[in-house]
């Protein structure tokens, strides 16, 4: 399955974004799906999940800011940010775990200026 992100960009901070990931295929049955984000010099970490049964899991630096939402009908991961932060800057990566196998999608720069 290809993943594509985008939504990025430049906000203030306390702003708002939406991310979206487009997949090639069904990702009905896809078991597991994610967000995930790299600052620079820095490792990439999770940053949110949801599986297909819609149970959602997220850091802790982004619970109650971020919401992660698929809609399979549209071949698509969302997530939603709110009250962005500058330590939110980071490129954004969508992930898809399909019978073990992860693949990742090209990612997406947001950038929150202080």
């Known amino acids: 399955v290809q993943l594509q992100a985008s939504g990025g960009g430049l906000v203030q901070a306390g702003g708002s974004l939406t991310l979206s990931c487009t997949a090639s295929?069904?990702?009905?049955?896809?078991?597991?799906m994610g967000w995930y984000r790299q600052a620079p010099g820095k490792q990439r970490e999770l940053v949110a999940t949801i599986t297909s049964s819609s149970n959602t899991n997220y850091a802790d630096s982004v619970e109650g800011r971020f919401t992660i939402s698929r809609v399979s009908a549209k071949k698509r991961l969302y997530l939603q940010m709110n009250s962005l932060k500058p330590e939110d800057t980071a490129v954004y990566y969508c992930?898809?775990?399909?019978?073990?196998?992860?693949?990742w999608g090209k990612g997406t720069l947001v950038t929150v200026s202080s």
């Open positions: 295929r069904s990702i009905l049955n896809i078991k597991r």
């Open positions: 992930n898809a775990d399909v019978d073990s196998i992860i693949y």
